[in-house]
């Protein structure tokens, strides 16, 4: 049988290994590190853990990424079962011994005999095959190039920059308003494509203010090359003079509120829609390096966003990641070489548990596609099911930044409450209904 070729043993590439061999298929997984290594990986293990040692929340009933947990144990996941068997105290977070539990990684692929490990950096895309592109958010500089030289230098980044993306169930309508910019667009749904939240000039001195004074993280050493290209963090706008915000992204002009007609916004923060079920909304221009704990406070200090519950916050980091919804179909092959399916944070998910999520998706689906079967991802009700389907279509392509799994993801269940008081009622309704689903995905393997 035809192996599967996997490029990178990081959290992605080693699940998908383990997923492709447990099925029968041979693997050959190909790893650059320790000989080529990268400004952030210490050691030659498999799934090495970059910065935290979390695997965040183990909640699977209220929790997202605790669900994702939940279908990647049912589905005999590597990376949970190591993380299990090396897990430290840490309240409701996974928490685990990092160094033990990439050891463990790196020991089970190498016990199993179908999987055959390979040192060395694979610098071109193969053009046949059956692929595996797992090259994550620090992709070799050489096969950066050839993956830009099949796709275009628009479809590869090199930095990601993240503007926090809020619940639009939680963005007080009584304050904000739905209208695009001088009322452009064709239809109805473009000229009120935007919700715009208005600013008096007291408040917006103050969210200067705020701006100005808030934690910021740092880069790390040899991440910012090539980085001040057009993404400038919204603080550093602000370090550049009172009003530069004013003249960028919370420009006033061309908006009317739609509450008080009469009165002139002496600055407006603008969010647009992040996905096509139009259930989270992206504060437009505002990446930023802020910490997190600062950006809730600050963001909070936005008229209309001061009970928003954010899905992901802000960032700015040196990450390699394909404009997916463009290039990947729903099986995350590229649609012009199907022989090279992508997995992990270079699909444009973001984090450990997201990343090794999708290397599970791609070694069944690849491994079922060196059998001569086809799988098809699981229904868009689960995690797992609705981050493939964000990364692969329902996210705006023209905006694509990389997404954390979240509830904001899943489709919405009409009959419950929305707003943040509804939370209550409606995780739990959400993971149950994505643990049956998912466990009717597995039945059908
Ligand atoms: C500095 C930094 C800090 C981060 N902190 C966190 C955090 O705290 N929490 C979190 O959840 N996520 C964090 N992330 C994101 C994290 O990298 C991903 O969540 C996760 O590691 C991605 O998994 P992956 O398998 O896609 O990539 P990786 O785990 O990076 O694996 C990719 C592998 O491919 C190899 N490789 C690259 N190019 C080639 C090539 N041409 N040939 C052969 N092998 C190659 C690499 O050596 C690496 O082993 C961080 C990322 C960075 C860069």
């Known amino acids: 049988m035809e192996p ?51 695997f965040r929340s183990d909640d699977d009933v209220m929790n997202a990424v605790g669900q994702l947990h939940w279908e990647m144990r049912a589905a005999d996941g ?24 990439s050891q463990a990684v790196t020991e ?12 060395g950096e694979i610098g071109d895309l193969p053009a046949e095959g059956n692929w595996i592109v797992a090259t994550g958010p620090l992709t070799s500089d050489r096969l950066a190039g050839s993956i830009r030289s099949l796709t275009g230098t628009e479809a590869l980044a090199f930095f990601d920059a993240i503007a926090p993306i809020v619940h639009a169930e939680t963005i007080d309508m009584s ?4 209208q695009s910019r001088y009322d452009k667009g064709e239809t109805e749904a473009e000229r009120r ?20 004074a808030a934690d910021k993280t740092e880069f790390r050493e040899g991440e910012t090359a090539g980085y001040f290209d057009g993404c400038l963090p919204i603080e550093v706008m602000a370090e550049r003079g009172r009003e530069t915000l004013r003249h960028g992204p919370m420009k006033p002009v061309g908006l009317t509120n739609a509450h008080k007609p009469d009165e002139k916004a002496h600055a407006v923060v603008q969010l647009r829609r992040d996905n096509a079920l139009g259930t989270l909304y992206n504060i ?18 936005i008229p209309g966003l001061q009970n928003a519950s954010f899905a992901r916050l802000g960032g700015i980091h040196r990450n390699s990641f394909l404009n997916s919804p463009t290039l ?8 012009k070489h199907p022989n090279l399916r992508f997995a992990g944070q270079v699909t444009g998910v973001e984090g450990y548990v997201e990343s090794a999520a999708m290397g599970l998706l791609a070694g069944r689906m690849a491994a079922a596609q060196a059998r001569g079967d086809d799988l098809g991802p699981p229904p868009f009700t689960t995690a797992m099911g609705a981050l493939v389907n ?56």
């Not at 068997?85 to 990092?98: K, N």
């Not at 089970?108 to 040192?119: D, G, K, N, S, W």
């Not at 990947?328 to 649609?335: G, I, N, P």
Request: a neutral charge; glycine letters at 8%; hydrophobic letters at 40%.
């Open 4 to 54: 599967v070729n996997i490029i990178g043993a990081g959290l992605a590439g080693s699940e998908a290994a383990w997923q492709a061999a447990r099925s029968g298929v041979p693997v050959i997984l190909h790893e650059m590190r320790p000989a080529t290594g990268t400004f952030a990986h210490k050691t030659g293990d498999c799934a090495e853990m970059v910065c935290s040692n979390s």
């Open 78 to 101: 590597l990376i949970m079962a190591m993380a299990d068997r090396h897990r430290l105290p840490a309240g409701g977070a996974l928490a685990v011994d990092r160094d033990a539990f």
């Open 108 to 119: 089970a692929l190498r016990a199993e005999p179908l999987i055959e490990i390979r040192e």
């Open 175 to 178: 304050v904000a308003w739905e």
């Open 193 to 212: 494509a935007y919700i715009n939240c208005p600013m008096n000039r007291d408040e917006y001195e103050t969210f200067i203010d705020a701006l100005l």
């Open 284 to 301: 437009v221009g505002f990446q930023t390096k802020m910490k997190y704990g600062a950006q809730t406070e600050v963001f909070r200090m």
């Open 328 to 335: 990947l179909d729903d099986r995350m092959r590229m649609r």
């Open 390 to 445: 964000h990364i692969t279509g329902g996210a705006e392509a023209k905006t694509f930044q990389p997404m954390n799994v979240n509830f904001g993801l899943f489709p919405p269940l009409e009959e419950m409450r929305g707003g943040r008081k509804g939370r209550k009622d409606r995780y739990p309704a959400y993971t149950q209904r994505a643990k049956d689903d998912f466990r009717a995905w597995l039945a059908t393997q």
